[in-house]
Structure formats: C-alpha cells, structure tokens
C-alpha cells in the first residue's frame, strides 16, 4: 500500500515508497496526532513564508526522514509523517539562526512606532531583545529535546525524526532565509530608517549559512540515496545507534536484531520458522520469491 518496506525499496526498486510513506498512518490516532502537529507547527510557518516553501521543506524533510529510517530499520516497515513534522521544527530554529539579527531588528521599530503613536518615552536596551531571541530558541530546543526522547520508546521510528530533522534544520538556512529590514525599506521608500545605501540584500553570515547547508544538503541526499540502493545496513557500522531509536527498560524490549526466518519449502509448501520468536507458518505458494518470502517473514514475526 505504499509503507517503508526497504526490501522493496531495495530489491524491487520501489523508491516512491520513501515518499508514499509519509501519507500512511498507523491508525485514526496516530493519523490525528500528527494532524494536530501539522496544524499548531503549519500554522506560523505557512503565515510567514507561504504554502510553497513550507510544503517543500515538509516534502524534503519527510524524504529525509525515510531516508534515515531506511538506513538503519531494515526488519520492519514504517509509515508516518513524523519525519516530515520534525522538519518543520527544525526549519523553525533554522530560521530563527540565520535570521537572528532581523528579529531585533523589527522589534525597534515596532517599538518606535508604539511610542510614536503614545507620545511616551519607552527605554530598552539590546539585552531585552537578546533575552527575547534566547527564550525562542530555548523554547525550541526544549521541544526538539522532548520530542526526540519520546521516540525512545518502543514501535517509535525515531530514526525518521532524527532525519526529518536534520533536513529541515538545514532546509531552514536555505528557503526560509530573509532579507535585511533596511535592504527592504530601501526598496518601499521608508522614509528616516536608513541614512545610507544598502547594496546587498542579505548579511554576509546568511550567505555563509546558505551555501554551507545547500552542499551539506546534496551531499548528505545523494549519499544516502546511494548507499540504500547499495543494501548497507548503517547498523554494522554503528553498534550503539539502535538506541537512539527504542532504549530497553524492564517494562519493554527492543527487538532491533533483524527480522530472519528459517526456510523449508517442498513442491507448493513453504515453511517459515521465526528465529526470533520460533513461531512458524506453512503456507501454500507455488515458486515465491525472495520478496514475497521477507514479507511473510515480517508478518510471521512481527
């Protein structure tokens, strides 16, 4: 039906599901917490940037999130727009970085407008602003932390987090980026909020974190896509990495050890024992394939 099976993506050369994936949902709940997400994260992101450049960010994310998934869950399938989410977040603290210097920016001049308007004299100094940008980042990083350490838990794929993450984290550097407050009241004729020309339309740290994540971005994709294809299991090179995704407690167990099945087939009967579990299944199939036969191994020992 379109879930993150990567044998199939693998071995049948079905990479759309790294991208149908993140239409599926396990469940009216599952479908409806991530709704939920979408609608309080969407919200502000759509009003400040358009449903164009977020809907690429969640697209790009959630791509990113398979991509990672795939790499390290190879015994199981997968199906959520957790990814894509996480995406959005990390566009969100992206975009708070890279635009860092603009929000204090538009906050003296709405302050200025304010006491234009009341006749007072209000003082503050660049440390309220500096407070101000910190407690949203803080805010952020707080939520990014909660969140990930919620997919610790077991049947979490928090590798999709982790991955939809990153590639908005870095998404965020390149489509959200803003131009200078000054460089835009340059150009609308502001009267009185600069006294000398602006010639370029972004600070020179923008640039730096543009460029920076745009490679970070093509190269971490294309060698990604690559090594799926090429069947490397990110797991034989990372002993630990398990962990970021489900942590054993004496309340539940991780079954991270792949998903293998014994084979005993006689003319149209195909005999299947779960190495994990030792249960076992005969089914009535004439010449399956090696496809056919992981996903009735998945089936038996999930």
Known sequence: ?????????????????????????????????????????????????????????????????SLMSALFIRSSISVGASGALF??????????????????????????????????????????FFIFQVSALLTLVLMIVVNLALGILPRVDNFAHIGGLISGFFLGFVIFIRPQVAWLNQRR??????????????KTYQYILWLAAAIALIVGFAVATVLLFRGYNANEHCSWCHYLSCVPTKRWKCNSSPTLCTEIQRENTLNLICEGTNKNA??????????????????LCS
């Open 189 to 202: 004729g502001t009267p009185g909020q600069q006294t000398s020309p602006v010639k370029r339309k972004h």
């Open 282 to 299: 005969t089914y009535i199939i004439g010449d399956p394939t090696q496809d056919k036969i992981n996903d009735l191994c998945n089936q």
């Open 87 to 128: 995406g959005l977040i990390g566009s969100m603290l992206s975009e708070l970085i890279t635009n860092w210097s603009l929000y204090a920016n538009k906050v003296c001049i709405s302050l200025s407008i304010v006491v234009l308007h009341s006749g007072r004299f209000v003082h503050l100094n660049g440390t309220t």
């Open 1 to 65: 039906m379109g879930a993150l099976d990567v044998s199939k993506v693998v071995h049948g050369r079905q990479g759309w599901r790294l991208i149908t994936c993140m239409w599926l949902h396990a469940g009216v709940v599952h479908l409806l917490i991530n709704m939920l997400g979408l609608l309080f994260i969407g919200i502000r992101l759509e009003q400040e940037f358009g449903f164009v450049r977020v809907g690429l960010v969640y697209l790009v994310s959630g791509l990113g999130g």
